[in-house]
T-cell receptor
Framework: AQRVTQPEKLLSVFKGAPVELKCNYSYSGSPELFWYVQYSRQRLQLLLRHISRESIKGFTADLNKGETSFHLKKPFAQEEDSAMYYCALWRAQKLVFGQGTRLTINP | NAGVTQTPKFQVLKTGQSMTLQCAQDMNHEYMSWYRQDPGMGLRLIHYSVGAGITDQGEVPNGYNVSRSTTEDFPLRLLSAAPSQTSVYFC????????????FGSGTRLTVV
């Protein structure tokens, strides 16, 4: 079965501190992975996809096939980064989500 | 280009009532899905479609039906609403090319009393 695990339900850091949101996946083939962000009571927005290797809003994520991880990182957190973050795996024509991590940036 | 449009935004149902949540996209996307979002549970897949006339069950399909008669529309039907179906429902679509991930609608907040 394809699974996505986000081990932290809640993460709180101070403004200016580094942020790392963890994501581990279980999949035997070549994964297609995404990070989505959901600001308060809004729709989910695509933040990153591993294929593009781009940086959005200062966030990056590297696929580590050996550790089956796709952690999301940002060197200096900002208050506007407070949101719900979901890691997702595309396989067999479906997008499977992790349970999400609520990130809170303290001033 | 409106993206993914969901209606209604809010709905209150009584137990046993039926209703249809509407979802439409104008991007000619092949893939469409319905998710429900509950606190602590993340997003769970209800039903999905890989093209007009083709649908399949997701993780939590019981109590819901879907159809995909056109590429644009993917309605979700609640057959007999139950309090356990109180949730926020999201529709999403994705094109076959470009691999930009799913585009999500703004959601429908459903309460069953």
């Amino acid at each position: 079965a394809q699974r996505v695990t986000q081990p932290e339900k809640l993460l709180s850091v101070f403004k200016g501190a580094p942020v790392e949101l963890k994501c581990n996946y279980s999949y035997s083939g070549s994964p297609e992975l995404f990070w989505y962000v959901q600001y308060s009571r809004q729709r989910l927005q695509l933040l990153l996809r591993h294929i593009s290797r781009e940086s959005i809003k200062g966030f990056t994520a590297d696929l580590n096939k050996g550790e089956t991880s796709f952690h999301l990182k940002k060197p200096f957190a900002q208050e506007e980064d407070s949101a719900m973050y979901y890691c997702a795996l595309w396989r067999a024509q479906k997008l499977v989500f992790g349970q999400g991590t609520r990130l809170t940036i303290n001033p | 280009n409106a993206g993914v449009t969901q209606t209604p935004k809010f709905q209150v149902l009584k137990t046993g009532q039926s209703m249809t949540l509407q979802c439409a996209q104008d991007m000619n996307h092949e893939y469409m899905s319905w998710y429900r979002q509950d606190p602590g549970m993340g997003l769970r897949l209800i039903h999905y479609s890989v093209g007009a006339g083709i649908t399949d069950q997701g993780e939590v399909p019981n109590g819901y039906n879907v159809s995909r008669s056109t590429t644009e529309d993917f309605p979700l039907r609640l057959l007999s609403a139950a309090p356990s179906q109180t949730s926020v429902y999201f529709c999403a679509s994705r094109g076959g090319q470009g691999n930009y991930g799913y585009t999500f609608g703004s959601g429908t907040r459903l309460t069953v009393v």
